[in-house]
């Protein structure tokens, strides 16, 4: 009887890793809160912030802030850390909301925000992927709004170069997307449609069709990864011109997910903003909280895209006096 024990003892799985208390937030809370909830749940409109779990919804929708996501609530993606619901391509998902750029529009108004992030789900099953759909919430929300910054986060269009310099085309002023984590990690972490090369070569392709448009990206710590990969994928973020890159620690969202392999400490989080800065990225926003769309991105993109604004129209007017 002793021995059996024993064997059921040894064939348990491991205790998974107890979460530190610098990862420990508040629920979502606040008037302000409430508010925005309520309205997005009468519009229909799905954000990133709810779907994946992002611990910052209550500080960012307090302070009025929230990342729409386009197309539904269903991706035809599995990758293995997100949380955001899979469906089958090849069977088809439901049709897009022809009117919701003009719902986003009118959120963000409601909102009176002055940066916003739109992402969307992946969506193969559609022959342009939801390309279009995008560019033309873009173009919706700045004709509503001359003023308003947008930054965008898309999927990887596979690599179509056609459909990514087709959103590219509605002036955007930030182009993101995620490369997540390092090469070596990516068939485990990401979806097999998803290549690391070919997110690399994407942020490439926005800085060729326009030049001077911020392109901005994420990696997820604490999967298992090391610093010497982190730091090739750095050097091969500087390659291809990225301007912004965001560090922030993996968290398990369900038992069906990826394990957290790594609870990466502040200090270190801290070190890799200093090395990613060293390297001379635009801005690096780097802590076991922050998300590819973290408020205190928005604040900085917010200054410096303001401030060149500011300059060009102060060279066309000298241009003009001249």
């Known amino acids: 009887?002793?021995?059996?024990?024993?064997?059921?003892?040894?064939?348990?799985?491991?205790?998974p890793l107890r979460k530190p208390d610098w990862l420990k937030v508040r629920a979502p809370q606040g008037e302000n809160y409430s508010r925005i909830k309520n309205m997005l749940g009468e519009l229909k409109l799905a954000t990133v912030c709810q779907e994946a779990r992002c611990p910052n919804m209550g500080e960012c929708w307090?302070?009025?802030?929230?990342?729409f996501m386009l197309m539904g609530e269903v991706c035809t993606r599995g990758c293995k850390f997100?949380?955001?619901?899979?469906?089958?391509?090849?069977?088809?998902?439901?049709?897009?909301?022809?009117l919701e750029p003009e719902k986003v529009?009118?959120?963000?108004?409601?909102?009176?925000?002055k940066y916003v992030v739109i992402t969307s789900v992946d969506r193969d099953d559609m022959p342009d992927q939801g390309s279009d759909h995008f560019a033309r919430t873009v173009k919706t929300v700045k004709k509503l709004d001359p003023n308003l910054i947008v930054e965008i986060l898309t999927p990887d269009f596979r690599g179509d170069e056609n459909l990514i310099r087709h959103l590219a085309d509605a002036k955007p002023d930030v182009f993101?997307?995620?490369?997540?984590?390092?090469?070596?990690?990516?068939?485990?972490?990401?979806?097999?449609?998803?290549?690391?090369?070919?997110?690399?070569?994407?942020?490439?392709?926005?800085?060729?069709?326009?030049?001077?448009?911020?392109?901005?990206?994420?990696?997820?710590?604490?999967?298992?990864?090391?610093?010497?990969?982190?730091?090739?994928?750095?050097?091969?973020?500087?390659a291809v011109g990225c301007d912004v890159v965001t560090f922030g620690q993996y968290l398990q969202p369900t038992?069906?997910?990826l394990k957290v392999i790594e609870y990466v400490t502040p200090e270190k989080f801290a070190e890799w903003q200093t090395i990613a800065e060293g390297m001379g990225f635009l801005y690096v926003a780097s802590g076991p909280l922050v998300r590819s769309s973290y408020r205190a991105g928005e604040f900085f993109m917010h200054g410096i895209i303001e401030k060149n604004k500011k300059l060009q129209n102060s060279t066309t007017q000298s241009e003009e006096t001249i």
């Not at 024990?5 to 064939?11: E, G, I, L, M, Y």
């Not at 942020?203 to 999967?223: C, D, N, R």
């Open 82 to 98: 997100c949380n955001v619901k899979t469906g089958n391509a090849k069977i088809g998902l439901p049709p897009v909301d022809d």
């Open 62 to 67: 307090s302070g009025g802030t929230a990342t």
């Open 255 to 257: 038992e069906k997910h």
């Open 105 to 113: 529009a009118y959120s963000i108004s409601q909102m009176k925000l």
């Open 176 to 238: 993101a997307h995620n490369i997540e984590t390092v090469e070596r990690l990516t068939p485990s972490v990401r979806d097999p449609r998803a290549k690391y090369k070919q997110s690399m070569r994407l942020l490439q392709a926005v800085k060729e069709f326009h030049p001077a448009m911020y392109t901005k990206t994420s990696i997820m710590l604490g999967l298992g990864e090391t610093d010497s990969e982190v730091i090739q994928t750095l050097k091969d973020l500087r």
């Open 1 to 15: 009887m002793e021995n059996s024990d024993q064997n059921k003892a040894s064939v348990q799985k491991p205790a």
